[in-house]
């Protein structure tokens, strides 16, 4: 016999397994096929693909050849409606209420800084990275004793392509930058209410979408170590001195808390911090809710999460992903905005995805392009119980709400691969120091 046959089928061929009379054919199918093996024993008796039995005859081409049909059978299943699904909601931005309290918070204090790019021009460093914040959304708390002059707010930051920032004076929304894909840093003057009175004090809250480091694209360039976060700020009638900043990443920073699902997990959402989007997060005193189809009346940040069971049969790969509408209409709860020009735009909100854990996406609906986002098996579990979570950062004053979320299937295979092993998903536990 032939030690290498040539197999033919109309797919995939994963494995070939020949004894003395015998061929094991594994693979996978998108449709009926036929399978040929030209070159296999003299005498076969049997043929499995996938394990299952084929009958087989000669083939027409000789050289030894025989041919069969392996049946692709077609399955019945469902995917949940996220519309009817069981949500629950929490407000993720704690940080603008006048009780809260940034005792834990990381001290900006260094009066240098590690990178090598960009020279100070604050006091003391901004730079996420320099107090070991190197991934996901970005904190800033900016405490100030009013003298009564302070009339508008420069700020300048940095978070990489597509990136956004919105800033609130106390529990007073100032503005948002949200984002183009073409610029990876913006600087911008806004103005403060007048009213502060001498003497109070204040409280400066920045939150910077950190869309990961860049890459050195051309050699010898350090483009990697452009610095994230804050790049300047000047606060009329102050000198910069007057402000003295707190930032907070992710949990933990360097030390990050969840070591199976890795250190680019988690960003600096209280959600994230406190670990809601894991499953058997205690959401059961949250609010009920629609999902981030209800969307905010306002800007804000919300956070999302339900769960449900996935049954879907075993030896097939269906590929499943999240869709998002990406379009004007219905784009917030109060009508569409409109571009300078009178042109309808997308409403401005940013999401991220998660499944049992793990962070498997970030949409940015006034950007995009992606708008589909798939989920491994081993991920999902296929044949068991769910949890979903999806952060909603809206940057319009009059509020925003996702136009749709689904799950959606692609092509389905009938594989022969085997089971899935799924990936490392620890569960909720109360975390230590959670501000």
Same mark, same amino acid.
């Given at each position: 016999m032939t030690s290498a046959p040539i197999v /033919? !089928?109309?797919?995939?061929? /994963? !494995?070939?397994?020949?004894?003395s009379d015998c061929i094991r054919l594994t693979g996978d199918l998108n449709a009926t096929s036929t399978v040929e093996v030209i070159g296999g024993p003299d005498n076969v008796k049997s043929l499995t693909f996938n394990g299952k039995d084929l009958e087989f005859k000669q083939s027409t081409t000789g050289c030894n050849s025989i041919v069969a049909t392996a049946d692709f059978e077609k399955p019945t299943f469902s995917v949940p409606d996220l519309t009817t699904a069981s949500w629950k909601v929490i407000d993720s931005l704690p940080e603008i209420e006048s009780s809260y309290n940034d005792k834990a918070w990381t001290v900006a204090d260094h009066t240098t800084t590690n990178n090598t790019v960009l020279n100070l021009t604050t006091p003391t460093s901004l730079y996420s990275s320099d107090y070991g914040y190197h991934t996901g959304i970005l904190l800033y708390r900016g405490h100030f004793k009013a003298n009564g002059h302070e009339s508008t707010l420069y700020l300048s930051t940095y978070g990489g392509a597509a990136f956004g920032h919105t800033?609130?004076?106390?529990?007073a929304y100032i503005a948002s930058f949200t984002g183009e894909d073409v610029l990876p840093t913006y600087n911008a003057t806004y103005d403060l209410p007048s009213n502060l009175t001498s003497g109070s004090e204040h409280v400066i809250t920045v939150i910077v979408d950190n869309n990961s480091?860049?890459?050195n694209y051309i050699v010898g360039e350090d483009e990697m170590k452009l610095p994230r976060g804050v790049l300047d700020y000047d606060l009329a009638g102050h000198p910069k001195s007057d402000v003295t900043w707190k930032l907070t990443g992710n949990l933990g920073g360097e030390h990050y808390i969840d070591q199976a699902r890795g250190p680019l997990n988690e960003g600096g959402l209280y959600a994230e911090r406190a670990g809601f989007h894991l499953p058997g997060a205690p959401t059961s005193d949250w609010k009920s809710s629609a999902g981030p189809q209800e969307g905010l009346s306002g800007p804000g940040i919300a956070f999302y999460t339900t769960t449900f069971d996935?049954?879907?049969?075993?030896g097939y790969d269906i590929p499943l992903a999240f869709s998002f509408a990406n379009g004007t209409a219905n784009a917030?709860?109060?009508g569409e905005y409109t571009f300078s020009n009178g042109t309808a735009r997308p409403a401005a909100y940013r999401c991220q995805l998660f499944v049992n854990g793990y962070q498997f996406g970030k949409y940015v609906h006034n950007v995009g392009p992606q708008d589909v986002f798939p989920v491994p098996e081993g991920i999902w579990n296929y044949q068991g119980s769910n949890t979903v979570a999806v952060s909603l950062w809206v940057q319009e004053e009059d509020g925003a709400k996702v136009e749709s979320l689904t799950l959606v299937t692609g092509p389905v295979i009938q594989s022969g691969f085997g089971a899935i092993e799924p990936a490392p998903q620890p569960a909720w536990e109360k975390r230590e120091g959670v501000y």
């Open positions: /033919r !089928t109309d797919y995939l061929l /994963r !494995t070939v397994e020949i004894t800033i609130y004076l106390d529990g480091l860049n890459e996935l049954d879907l049969p075993t917030t709860q109060q």
